[in-house]
Nanobody, 123 residues
Framework: QVQLVESGGGLVQAGGSLRLSCVAS????????MGWFRQAPGKEREFVAV????????YYTESVEGRFTISRDNAKNAVSLQMNSLKPEDTAIYYC????????????????WGQGTQVTVSS
């Protein structure tokens, strides 16, 4: 198991930026693909971005492509999500998740989750 702690959420106006961070502890961080997911009120949790174990492969959901950037620093056991040009529809609780081995866009394939951090984008 790996423990995950997110930070960096908050309230921002549309068009603004936030940077989310997630720090891991407990196991070898580079053994895990890292994903970001989000859940808006009344909606199911959805995939946002994923980065492979050594950062060589990255995927984004279409709605954030070109606005969000996922990155990781294995020396610091950390993964980040830089969010630019934020829109009200980006409002959600954002979760980082770790999956041993291969990257995935499916939330049910992750068994390590952080507590979540709220992102609110006002119009």
């Amino acid at each position: 198991q790996v423990q995950l702690v997110e930070s960096g959420g908050g309230l921002v106006q549309a068009g603004g930026s936030l940077r989310l961070s997630c720090v891991a502890s407990g196991r070898t961080f580079s053994n895990y693909a890292m994903g970001w997911f989000r859940q808006a009120p009344g909606k199911e949790r959805e995939f946002v971005a994923v980065i492979s174990r050594h950062g060589g492969t990255i995927y984004y959901t279409e709605s954030v492509e070109g606005r969000f950037t996922i990155s990781r620093d294995n020396a610091k056991n950390a993964v980040s999500l830089q969010m630019n040009s934020l829109k009200p529809e980006d409002t959600a609780i954002y979760y980082c998740a770790a999956r041993s081995g291969m990257k995935s866009r499916k939330s049910y394939e992750y068994d390590n989750w952080g507590q979540g951090t709220q992102v609110t984008v006002s119009s």
